[in-house]
């Protein structure tokens, strides 16, 4: 049996979205009734998921996003990822876009 190597796609996933700031490459990761939840939010399908990273990438300005470690389980079919976003507010959360520095860390898996 050959083991995935989830890391990397998690990792690539992170790159292409995150790092490049290209919402659009979620088509290459995500599936049409993808579901996740977020701060209580729940975001269900690739599209509303794809809003929801061109909103978030808008409510932080100068948006750095760094990858602080992933690991995944033997058979290489879960990953769990550990990041950090920093970048000035502008508007994030419903706060008045003041540009203060922010830093908050996050983990998916």
Same mark, same amino acid.
Request: charged fraction near 25%; include cysteine; charge should be negative.
């Given at each position: 049996?050959?083991?995935?190597?989830?890391? @990397?796609?998690?990792?690539?996933?992170?790159?292409?979205?995150?790092?490049?700031? !290209?919402?659009?490459?979620?088509?290459?990761?995500?599936?049409?009734?993808?579901?996740?939840?977020?701060?209580?939010?729940?975001?269900?399908?690739? !599209?509303?998921?794809?809003?929801?990273?061109?909103?978030? @990438?808008?409510?932080?300005?100068?948006?750095?996003?760094?990858?602080?470690?992933?690991? @995944?389980?033997?058979?290489?079919?879960?990953?769990?990822?550990?990041?950090?976003?920093?970048?000035? !507010?502008?508007?994030?959360?419903?706060?008045?876009?003041? @540009?203060?520095?922010?830093?908050?860390?996050?983990?998916?898996?």
């Amino acid at each position: 049996m050959s083991v995935l190597n989830a890391v @990397q796609i998690v990792e690539s996933f992170w790159a292409d979205v995150w790092v490049a700031r !290209n919402p659009e490459a979620i088509d290459c990761y995500v599936v049409d009734d993808f579901v996740i939840t977020s701060a209580g939010e729940e975001i269900r399908s690739r !599209n509303a998921f794809e809003e929801w990273v061109c909103e978030f @990438q808008t409510m932080v300005a100068s948006l750095e996003f760094e990858t602080v470690e992933s690991f @995944q389980n033997a058979e290489g079919i879960r990953v769990a990822s550990r990041w950090r976003v920093r970048g000035r !507010n502008s508007g994030f959360l419903g706060l008045p876009p003041d @540009q203060r520095a922010l830093e908050m860390t996050g983990t998916a898996g």
